[in-house]
C-alpha cells in the first residue's frame, strides 16, 4: 500500500540496514526511505553512491565489541534488517578452514551479534528483524559452500529467534534467488551471460535490488504484524529443473506419458 493511508507506512520508526551501502542492501535502504522511516546504515565503507537521508556509521560488523557499541548509541530502534554478508567464489579445498571460517563468521555468527545487541532496543519497541538470506541455503552450493552452510544455519537461527523472542519481537527470513545488482556481470561474465542465467528463472529476469527491499519493508510493517518466523522466497519462481529440458530434448520421439 501507498503512504497516504498505507499498512507499510514506517513515519517515525528507525531502521538499521547491516550492509546497507551497495547492491541488494542499497536497494532495501532506499525501500525503507521510501517508506518513510529513518535509516541508518553501518558497513565497513561508505556508500559510493549517495543514499538520500540514509545515516550512515562505519562498523566491522565482524567486531562485537564495534557492534555492540553502534547499537547502544542508537536512541531507538524498530527495526533491524541483517544483510550484510557474501563470499567470494572459493572451492573448499583450494581454500584452507580459517578462510571459510570468516565466510561464515561474516554470514552467520555477525547477524547473531547484531542481534543480540539489537535485542534490548526491539524488544523496548515490538519490533522486528528481517533476515537476508539465500537460495544457496537450501541447495548445493559449489564454489560457495561455507556461504550456503551459513544462509542455512542463519534461517534456522531466524525461526530460532521468532520463538525465543516473541511475542515481543518478530523475526522473518527473505530467502533471495539471484539479483541483478551493479556487479552482476562480473559475476555471470558480462551482459550476454547475465541474460542467458535470467532465462532460467521463470518471471524471466533476474531480481532488482527493490524487489529485496519491497519484501523487506512488508516484513517489518504492519501489514505483517501475525507474520514471525517465516521464510519467504524472493526468487522470481526459482529456477526451471535442468531434467526438464534433458527429458523434453527428443519429445517428438517421446510416446505419451503414461
Known amino acids: 500500500m501507498d503512504r497516504d493511508g498505507a499498512a ?33 546504515v553501518c558497513a565497513r565503507r561508505p556508500p559510493e553512491i549517495p ?4 545515516d550512515f556509521v562505519p562498523v566491522d560488523l565482524r567486531d562485537p565489541v564495534a557492534v555492540r557499541a553502534f547499537f547502544d548509541a542508537l ?3 524498530d527495526v533491524l534488517v541483517n544483510n550484510a554478508g557474501g563470499a567470494p567464489y572459493r572451492p573448499l579445498a583450494e581454500a584452507d ?4 571460517a570468516r565466510v561464515i563468521e561474516l554470514n552467520l555468527t555477525a547477524p547473531l551479534a547484531a542481534s543480540l545487541a539489537a ?9 522486528s528483524i528481517v533476515m537476508i538470506g539465500s537460495v544457496s541455503g537450501s541447495r548445493p552450493s559449489p564454489g560457495s559452500a561455507a556461504y550456503g552452510a551459513a544462509k542455512a544455519g542463519l534461517e534456522s537461527l531466524a525461526r530460532s529467534m521468532a520463538v525465543e523472542w ?29 541474460a542467458a542465467v535470467a532465462r532460467t528463472v521463470p518471471l524471466g529476469r533476474l531480481a532488482r535490488p527493490e524487489d529485496v ?8 510493517s504492519d501489514a505483517a504484524a501475525y507474520i514471525s518466523g517465516a521464510s519467504i522466497l524472493v526468487h522470481g519462481g526459482g529456477e526451471r529443473p535442468a531434467f526438464l529440458d534433458a527429458a523434453t530434448a527428443n ?6 506419458a503414461v
Open 75 to 77: 536512541p531507538r530502534l
Open 166 to 194: 516473541a511475542p515481543e519481537i518478530r523475526v522473518n527470513t527473505l530467502v533471495v534467488g539471484m539479483v541483478r545488482t551493479e556487479l552482476a556481470h562480473l559475476h555471470y561474465g558480462g551482459e550476454d551471460g547475465v
Open 8 to 40: 507499510t507506512d514506517l513515519d517515525g520508526r528507525t531502521v538499521v540496514v547491516t550492509g546497507g551501502t551497495r547492491g541488494v542492501g542499497a536497494g532495501i535502504t532506499r525501500a525503507f526511505l521510501r517508506a518513510g522511516a529513518h535509516v541508518v
Open 119 to 127: 535485542y534490548e532496543h526491539l524488544r523496548r519497541a515490538g519490533g
Open 213 to 220: 527491499g519491497g519484501a523487506a519493508v512488508f516484513l517489518a
Open 97 to 100: 578452514a580459517e578462510r571459510h
Open 51 to 54: 543514499l538520500g537521508k540514509a
Open 251 to 256: 519429445k517428438d520421439q517421446q510416446g505419451e
